[in-house]
């Protein structure tokens, strides 16, 4: 139950004064339901009104507040055409421009013959000084009701400043006082204001610097909101061991047998991640373990692995991969190592349908299936697993926590692996699954070769064709991967087709395919076999397509507009090659506009290949909301902190959460009970609910 003194704040926005349903509305829409969604809706900007110059001296440009006297009102005849009223002081003449003006409106806000202080940005018009519409009208009297200082929010549509400036105000006015729940020493050496200082500070920026994500108010704001989220996180896993998982210790038969079939010895970081894994496993604790590794370290051998481990005690595993493709592949992959053991792996995905899709389930259900490979099919209602040991999630980023948690939930204590292509820095995991047991494969398999990156300018994309047909004369297979189009699905399609034709008209129709997101299935497949297998050498994609396909054969890809994807997306797309032992290029066209950011980002691309270095930089330019795809990959979004540059933040407060938490586990001591504050504040219920006496 939410505690009262946080009642206020969890009121409906139209409880508000001066909100109306049609505003409340509106605002939910940019901040959230709640009074505190407001409070949480942090000023971006400054106005500073305090330049109170004559007319004669305003400069056009700049934000001026003027007192002037009202003359006289001209409507227009043509309504395209401003509202103008008159004004001067003793020094010139200012015209206040209107468009659509009302009236009957303006000559209320602004009589004829009475005296106003007007402020807004100042134009020259026709030599002309001009204000269009200010943003504030005030008679003498009422002077102080134009800010010094004002703060400007986010932009949100259809409310205008003044009403959203109101309504945080009286956001504000309802914001108690709390029981302090940081550490009194903490606070005091950080030199940090309550929160409700804070809180109001941050609302009522003195100067730019209140604006810094690094000011004593935004600090404390951003770790309130890490430490709730840190205590979260650590009471879900408290709860997790408590619960208890399975003891899964095979005797080593099943793995052994695939091992020595494996056409290679496994790698130093592969055979550690194995004991990591293993040793989770052996343990009474249910595991919850993420699997790093670039793209083609070799995951899905440590995943097979460790699923036989579940197998040889008569358990089943199942492997989920986030598109259709991947789940194949992962199929075909490991089929053939399962069929000399004489075990039975399904697959399932949205395209298995009927008799094929009813055997599947059947097989799992009585457990005659031992392996299930598929995507989120596999965690639909109707898919029943007899004995779900291990589940691994072969993420790639798109999965949310609460698909993660819904396949957990196919077995009571289900062993979970999730395994990422793309490293994640640490704090950023520590966002979305708190102080997760992680294990990382450094090294690359043995005899990859480095991939050569190039950027190259769109103007000389025809040597980048020219350049091709010599590497097909050498038996290279092409990725060409065209550009991404954010704003419609529609224009990547068409992108990719009409590159497509382009180098048909090069290369011959039989030599290049196409595959994209709204082909079906069999077509899907169609293309990549003949990709494969021939008679394709070129393969056009849009990147809804498959960055985990695997074709030893492919050494060269172009990738067309490089800069539009993010770095951590190159570094993937750009993993799909350099996996056979032939030299492999990657060839980044680039618009011939770029901007600092875009070309820092080619520029690290072409010069490192390590993805954690990349996933660093990739941090360091974009910042932490943008850098998973947010929504897709289940990391919290934060209103306060940014993960970029609160990062040592994080740390301390993944410390605090664990240390309080060790000494008070439920919460129950002085601290304890405001730290349940916070976390009502930040809305983790959910978490309250893992405590004892909740
Ligand atoms: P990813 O980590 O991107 O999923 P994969 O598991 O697809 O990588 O492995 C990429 C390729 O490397 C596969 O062809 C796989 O058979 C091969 N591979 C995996 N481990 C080793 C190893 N220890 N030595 C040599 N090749 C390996
Ligand atoms: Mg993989």
Redo the contacts with the bound molecule.
């Keep these: 139950m939410r505690p009262e003194i946080l009642f206020p704040l969890f009121a409906k926005l139209d409880s508000l004064k001066g909100v109306g349903p049609r505003i409340a509305a509106l605002m939910e829409k940019a901040a959230g339901p709640h009074v505190v969604d407001l409070l949480w809706h942090l000023p971006r900007e400054i106005i500073d009104r305090r330049d109170r110059p004559t007319v004669a001296a305003a400069l056009p440009g700049k934000i001026v507040t003027l007192t002037v006297r009202v003359g006289r009102h001209e409507a227009p005849s043509d309504r395209r055409r401003p509202y103008r009223i008159h004004t001067a002081d003793d020094t010139g003449n200012l015209i206040l421009t209107y468009f659509r003006g009302d009236r009957k409106y303006l000559e209320q806000i602004l009589p004829p013959g009475e005296t106003r202080i007007v402020s807004g940005r100042l134009d020259l018009y026709n030599g002309i000084k001009q204000m269009a519409h200010p943003d504030h009208v005030q008679p003498l009297d009422r002077a102080d009701e134009i800010p010094g200082i004002e703060a400007v929010y986010p932009l949100t549509q259809g409310i205008t400043p003044k009403v959203l400036a109101k309504a945080i105000h009286a956001a504000l006015d309802r914001a108690p006082e709390m029981p302090e729940w940081l550490d009194d020493a903490f606070l005091k050496q950080r030199e940090w204001p309550t929160w409700r200082q804070a809180i109001t500070t941050a609302h009522a920026p003195e100067g730019s610097g209140d604006l810094s994500p690094l000011s004593r108010s935004r600090l404390r704001l951003a770790y309130d909101e890490l430490l709730a989220n840190q205590l979260a996180l650590t009471l879900v896993r408290m709860r997790a061991k408590r619960q208890g998982g399975q003891v899964i210790k095979g005797d080593g038969s099943l793995r052994r047998r695939v091992e020595s079939a494996l056409p290679?010895?496994?790698?130093g970081s592969?055979i550690t991640a194995l004991s990591e894994i293993y040793g989770d496993m052996a343990s009474p604790h249910r595991m919850l373990r993420l699997l790093q590794?670039?793209?083609?370290?070799?995951?899905?051998?440590v995943a097979l692995l460790a699923m036989l481990n579940a197998v040889e005690t008569g358990g089943q595993a199942a492997l989920m991969a986030p598109t259709e493709i991947l789940a194949r592949q992962h199929f075909d992959?490991i089929a053939p190592l399962l069929t000399p053991l004489g075990l039975k792996c399904v697959v399932l995905t949205g395209r298995d349908k009927g008799a094929v899709r009813r055997d599947a389930l059947a097989a799992l259900a009585e457990g005659s299936a031992k392996l299930a490979i598929g995507t989120h099919a596999l965690f639909q209602d109707d898919v029943e697993f007899r004995d779900l040991k291990l589940a691994v999630i072969?993420e790639q980023h798109r999965f949310g926590v609460h698909q993660r948690l819904t396949l957990g939930a196919k077995g009571a204590k289900t062993d979970m692996l999730v395994?990422t292509?793309t490293p994640i820095p640490r704090t950023l995991t520590m966002t979305a699954y708190g102080d997760l047991d992680s294990s990382r494969?450094t090294d690359k398999?043995?005899?990859r070769k480095p991939i050569k990156t190039v950027v190259v300018a769109h103007h000389r994309l025809t040597e980048v064709v020219d350049g091709l047909t010599r590497k097909l004369r050498e038996g290279a297979k092409i990725y060409w991967v065209c550009p991404l189009v954010e704003e419609s699905e529609t224009n990547d399609l068409a992108n990719a087709e009409g590159r497509h034709a382009d180098l048909i008209k090069h290369f011959g129709e039989d030599r290049v395919a196409l595959v994209h997101g709204r082909m079906k299935g069999k077509e899907k497949d169609a293309a990549m076999d003949r990709f494969v297998n021939g008679p394709g050498d070129i393969l056009v994609a849009t990147t809804v397509i498959e960055v985990?396909v695997?074709v030893?054969a492919a050494t060269v890809m172009v990738i067309e507009q490089a800069e539009r994807f993010g770095l951590a997306q190159l570094h993937q797309l750009r993993?799909r090659i350099g996996?056979g032992d032939a030299e492999s290029t990657c060839i980044l066209v680039r618009s011939e506009e770029l901007t600092q950011t875009a070309r820092e980002r080619l520029r690290t691309l072409s010069e490192t290949e390590d993805g954690f270095v990349i996933a660093e930089k990739d941090l360091e330019l974009r910042g932490a909301g943008e850098i998973l795809g947010t929504k897709q990959s289940g990391l919290p979004e934060f209103r306060l902190a940014d993960i970029a540059l609160h990062g040592e933040l994080m740390r301390i407060a993944n410390d605090d959460a664990k240390l309080v938490l060790e000494r008070d586990p439920d919460l129950t001591g002085d601290r304890g009970k405001r730290l349940r504050l916070l976390l009502y504040l930040f809305e983790r219920d959910a978490a309250i609910a893992n405590l004892k006496s909740g």
């Design positions: 290679f010895a496994l790698t592969q590794g670039d793209v083609g370290s070799g995951k899905t051998v992959t072969d395994m292509a494969l398999p043995p005899g985990g695997n030893p993993g996996r």
